[in-house]
């Protein structure tokens, strides 16, 4: 599974962007689909995660105001990210997990990341 994230940019306190993550190859409905971010100097932190049930969690930051999704048909996960704050600045990383029960026992693959960036 090859993943390509995009949507990230500049935008200000208050605004919102909408992260997209289209995947090739593979059976994208297999898969669980989530989003993570890293911001300088800090590590990685999931920030969102769809599953192919389509339940969701988020992290406590961002309840409330992001919203996971995704599109099956299309291959494609989203995050919309609403009332964005200077601490929401990251590169995010879109994931695709699906676990087996055979080695190995799992597949994790990683899209590119794209910056986000919140100013005050």
């Known amino acids: 599974v090859q993943l390509q994230a995009s949507g990230g940019g500049l935008v200000q306190v208050g605004g919102f962007l909408r992260l997209s993550c289209a995947a090739s190859?593979?059976?994208?409905?297999?898969?669980?689909m989530g989003w993570y971010r890293q911001a300088p100097g800090k590590e990685r932190e999931l920030v969102a995660v769809i599953r192919s049930d389509g339940s969701a969690n988020y992290a406590d930051s961002v309840k409330g105001r992001f919203t996971i999704s995704r599109d099956n048909a299309k291959k494609t996960g989203y995050l919309q990210m609403n009332s964005l704050k200077p601490e929401d600045t990251a590169v995010y990383y879109c994931?695709?997990?699906?676990?087996?029960?055979?080695?190995?026992?799992?597949?994790?693959?990683w899209g590119q990341g794209t910056q986000v960036t919140v100013s005050s």
């Open positions: 994931n695709a997990h699906r676990e087996r029960t055979v080695l190995p026992l799992s597949y994790d693959y």
């Open positions: 190859g593979g059976t994208f409905s297999s898969y669980d």
